[in-house]
């Protein structure tokens, strides 16, 4: 079964065709002599994420290019041309001549309206060349114009016009610091919008990322496309296939979203080396379990030193998050006889739900690339909770001094709108909360 995937805005058409480059490459034939599972993988990777053209034409990547910009658009479809092993379908990016000034209402309203009915057909167009549609994947930053407004306005068109395919949502979440002054209003709006017609939200905070980067990768200076590669490489563990399972994500929402409201998920995974280590370093199932057991457990996210000082002094310890569902894909030798350890206890679970049913394993022998073996988490819990509540906080002290409220009213959005939003997003906090 295929997927179609989105890149939405700057942030999510420079994530997007990182991805494809990693994906390419993890399918690469594998060294030593040719297996027949092997060749079957590389097979139903090639065709959930690409299109072969007939004769001996490059793969086509299963996508669509969707930004008010034509730059960023330009040079992801250049890059896929260079590398010679894939390239993006002809038809494929809608874009236009500027952008939408970070602000969600224009993308959501204005002008970027005018791209939508381009971008559904771009969209009908690689539908029509999946022989089985599993669903789409978009991926967007939430703190933009673009990106979140026009991104959450042609998710809705697409839950009208596809009811019955999947829909996740990859949401890059913005630096506490700030990146843009309007980014928690941004975040708010496009959040609680597509909580209604998405099936799940991935939220990937760009604290966290940085820090795999600069503390584990050693990166001197971190660039957004150090984060890119990270985020690229952990999606790849968690979506390419595995084994017995043909339609990996309607099998994860199945497994990660038990309840219609509670649907924000969160990825960890390991190992996380610097190239000059990984050939130094032996995989050990044992000890990457454990590392990615203490990495979940940290209910808060990534706050500055200072706070967690002050954290560790006044309240003691954070307690672990509460978990709703987990899905683990355990990828390297002897991955499906791998003993789970502390992961399988489950730590803190939701009191209405299973023990059976809070831990889903997928597993495939065959090793990610740069590694001997690697396991990636994904997690319905309450840990992602807290960039969220830190977003609604700040956007509601903002809007009670009417700050910048006139940017969107301007473009349609109303103040109802934003109360609406408030309104949903307390009522998400409060039933994770309640876990």
Not at 79 to 99: L, N, Q
Not at 174 to 182: H, L, M, N, R
Not at 301 to 314: E, G, I, K, W, Y
């Amino acid at each position: 079964m295929s997927v179609v995937a989105l890149q939405l805005g700057q942030c999510g058409n420079q994530l997007g065709s990182t991805w494809f480059e990693a994906l390419i490459h993890d399918v690469r034939p594998a060294p030593g002599p040719p297996r027949t599972d092997d060749a079957c993988y590389r097979e139903a990777a090639l065709e959930r994420y690409f299109h072969s053209p007939a004769g001996s034409g490059l793969p086509e990547a299963r996508a669509v290019l969707v930004d008010m910009e034509r730059k960023v658009v330009a040079r992801s479809v250049a890059m896929a041309a260079r590398s010679g092993e894939w390239r993006y379908a002809d038809g494929a990016a809608v874009c236009r001549t500027s952008g939408s000034a970070n602000n969600w209402a224009y993308g959501f309203a204005g002008p970027g309206e005018h791209c939508l009915s381009e971008a559904m057909e771009s969209v009908r167009a690689q539908v029509e060349r999946c022989d089985r549609l599993s669903g789409f994947l978009a991926m967007m930053s939430v703190a933009g114009g673009t990106g979140s407004g026009l991104g959450t306005r042609l998710c809705i068109r697409l839950r009208d016009a596809y009811p019955k395919a999947g829909l996740l949502n990859h949401l890059t979440w913005p630096y506490s610091t700030g990146e843009v002054i309007v980014q928690n209003y941004n975040a708010v709006l496009t959040l609680a919008h597509l909580h209604g017609c998405s099936d799940a939200l991935l939220v990937q905070q760009n604290d966290r990322t940085h820090r795999v980067c600069a503390q584990l990768l050693r990166r001197p200076a971190v660039s957004f496309s150090h984060l890119n590669a990270v985020v690229a490489a952990q999606l790849a563990g968690a979506l390419l296939p595995a084994r017995v399972r043909r339609d990996p994500p309607g099998e994860l929402l199945q497994a990660l979203v038990p309840h219609p409201e509670l649907k924000l998920l969160s990825l960890h995974a390991v190992p996380q080396l610097p190239e000059s280590s990984r050939d130094f370093t032996r995989y050990d199932w044992k000890g990457l379990l454990q590392e990615l057991h203490r990495e979940t457990q940290s209910k808060v996210s990534n706050p500055p030193a200072l706070t967690r000082r002050v954290l560790c002094c006044v309240a003691g310890p954070a307690p672990p998050p509460t978990s709703l569902a987990r899905l683990l894909v355990l990828r390297g030798p002897d991955a499906h006889a791998t003993p789970l350890g502390e992961l399988a206890a489950g730590g803190s679970l939701c009191r209405w739900v299973p023990p059976e049913a809070a831990l889903a394993v997928w597993s495939e022998r065959r090793a990610p690339t740069g590694y001997g073996k690697s396991a990636t988490l994904l997690a319905n819990d309450t840990a992602v909770i807290s960039p969220v509540e830190h977003a609604v906080s700040k956007a509601w002290r903002m809007f009670v001094s009417r700050a910048y409220v006139h940017q969107y009213t301007h473009h349609g959005v109303s103040e109802e709108d934003f109360l609406d939003s408030f309104t949903l997003l307390e009522q998400v906090i409060a039933s994770y909360r309640q876990l």
